[in-house]
């Protein structure tokens, strides 16, 4: 199970890549430097970063909320499926009850 970590650990630790990046010739490199100093791993940093930017407006992909909203969607669709499934079972189930050559 992952850890949380906090979202103001987080936050600083993505300022400091960001503010000190041009220290560095590569944002990998400010990323591991930074990681290494605020003992988080590296990966994870990285992919904080990356949607920072994204969520900046500064790099492709979703943002935050375009994720949330995916995430949300994706379990309705789940659970849409399920009751679907339970009402074709049941259907069938009625539907050998009502035919009169099932007596």
Known sequence: MPKKIDPAVK??????VLEHQGEYPSLFAAVTSVAKQQRLGVESLRRWVN???VDGGERRG???EELAEIKELKAKVRRLEEDL????KASIFFAGEL???GR
């Open 11 to 16: 936050e600083r630790a993505v300022r400091l």
């Open 51 to 53: 949607q920072a930017l």
């Open 62 to 64: 979703a943002t935050t």
């Open 85 to 88: 499934e339970i009402a074709k």
């Open 99 to 101: 035919d009169p050559r």
